[in-house]
Structure formats: structure tokens, C-alpha cells
């Protein structure tokens, strides 16, 4: 019985951001995750206002999400999470894993990263905490990325126990640099999905002033 339980567990992925624009990049680390670690759900955890980006201004949520909402559309196994965007803020990763642990208790949850986000990882709040409430942190490296694990093991310990690398053709897409190109009127059609293209251009997003 004890076999059996073990092996009917749900595995559920948490990829949270603030999408500001939502990429290919998010997809194919989103599509690479659901195929290498056989999930039943991936969540997006759209962050309504990080605390790590306080300085910067962030597209209001409305647009981001209805971006976020267009992309993820046919997918079965997709969802958008409103576990931040219903609570108030500030928004932690380790309150939004015990939430989502609370509401499914037989799931194995797999906390989804950026390969620049696992380098700041131990600076995260109870990050000790959030690595013992995850099953495995499975991490996208984009071209060039340094991280050091042995160094991130030293702030961390038992960090890189639970780390897996995603296997998938690396993009230096980033939305920092999308919104860079956008407001500079330069090409960036082809690194966001169609209908996030066409939100983007209806709305005037990141046109600034």
C-alpha cells in the first residue's frame, strides 16, 4: 500500500514571475519542465508587485495577465495561479509553496527557475525553508549563465540535492530586453507569441512616455 500511495502522487509545477512581457523563453522552459518532469499541472504564478523589484515600474497586472492568459490558452496542462494575485502582498515564493501545499496535500510540488534567479536563490526569504517544501527546483540556464553551485551550496546547504537542469535549446531572451527593444522601436516580433505580439501593439505596451 505504502508502493502504491508513493507512486499515485501529483506532480505539479510553480513557475512564478511577473511576465512583464510574457516569451517564448517562458514557454519553452514551461513545455521542457511538463515533458522532463511527467507534470499534471504546471501553475504560472503571475506576482502582482515582487519585493525584489520595488524600484521598478512594472506593467499594471491587468495587461500582464490578460498577456500571460493568451499565451498559456490550449494548452491542457497550463493553468494561471491566482495564489499571489488574490492575497496581498509583499508575495513570497516559500508563503505561495505552503499555500499551494495546503491546498494540494498529495502533490510533489516543483518549484521552476531561471538560471540567474538560482544564483540569488539563498538571498530569497527562508530559502532554507523553501528548498526542505519543494520536491526538486528545476532550473533553465540561459546562454552564458556563471552559476556557481558549489558556491550556492555553501550559502545553501543540500540546495543542489533537490536541483535539476532542464534539457532544452537555450534563448537570451529576457523581458527586460524586450521591453529595451520595444521602446526603442526595434524587431522583437518573433520572441513573444503571436497573440501576445498583437496585445502588445493594440495597448501600446512599453512605448514609454
Known sequence: MRYTSLMSRTKIGLFGGTFDPPHIGHLILA????YQFNLSRLLWVLTPNPPHKREQTITPLEHRLA???????????FEISYLEIDRP????????????????????????????????????RFSSDLVTAVSKIGVMRRPGDLSNLAEIEAKLPAVTKKITFIDA???????????????????YRYYVPPSVYDYIESHHLYRGK
Not at 513545455?31 to 511538463?34: F, K, T
Not at 498577456?67 to 496542462?77: C, D, E, T, Y
Open 89 to 124: 502582498g509583499p508575495h513570497y515564493a516559500i508563503d505561495t509553496v505552503r499555500l499551494l501545499a495546503e491546498k494540494e496535500p498529495s502533490a510533489d510540488i516543483i518549484l521552476l527557475i531561471g538560471g540567474d534567479s538560482l544564483s540569488d536563490l539563498p538571498n530569497w
Open 169 to 187: 535549446l537555450l534563448q537570451p531572451v529576457s523581458s527586460r530586453e524586450l521591453r529595451r527593444r520595444i521602446a526603442a522601436g526595434e524587431v
Open 67 to 77: 498577456m500571460l492568459q493568451n499565451m498559456v490558452a490550449g494548452n491542457p496542462i
Open 31 to 34: 513545455s521542457e519542465a511538463a
